[in-house]
């Protein structure tokens, strides 16, 4: 078992920055690959960014590629989500997400927090 609690959402302008922490509580963090999603209003869950539990290896969402930087920490038990160049359409609530060796889907989900971006 898995508990995911993210933190550092807030309301910005646009261009600026912000970094999201997602601090993990349970057991063998670093055997979880360990990802970021996103949904706003009205709109279906975005896949943001993941990092494999293994390799390190990361993949971003079309939308974010470029702008935004995920990385963990495993001695910290933390996955982050540097955000850069912040749009108004990356308003959303955040999640973030841990996916088990083997699963196909991501079986354990933290609460969100909410990024406002203002233009």
């Known amino acids: 078992q898995v508990q995911l609690v993210e933190s550092g959402g807030g309301l910005v302008q646009a261009g600026d920055s912000l970094r999201l922490s997602c601090a993990a509580s349970g057991r063998s963090f670093s055997s979880y690959t360990m990802g970021w999603f996103r949904q706003a209003p009205g709109k279906e869950r975005e896949f943001v960014a993941n990092i494999i539990r293994s390799s390190g290896l990361t993949s971003y969402g079309g939308s974010v590629k470029g702008r935004f930087t995920i990385s963990r920490d495993n001695a910290k038990n933390t996955v982050y989500l540097q955000m850069n160049s912040l749009k108004p359409e990356d308003t959303a609530v955040y999640y973030c997400?841990?996916?088990?060796?083997?699963?196909?889907?991501?079986?354990?989900w933290g609460q969100g927090t909410q990024v406002t971006v203002s233009s």
């Open positions: 997400a841990a996916r088990s060796s083997g699963m196909s889907q991501y079986d354990y």
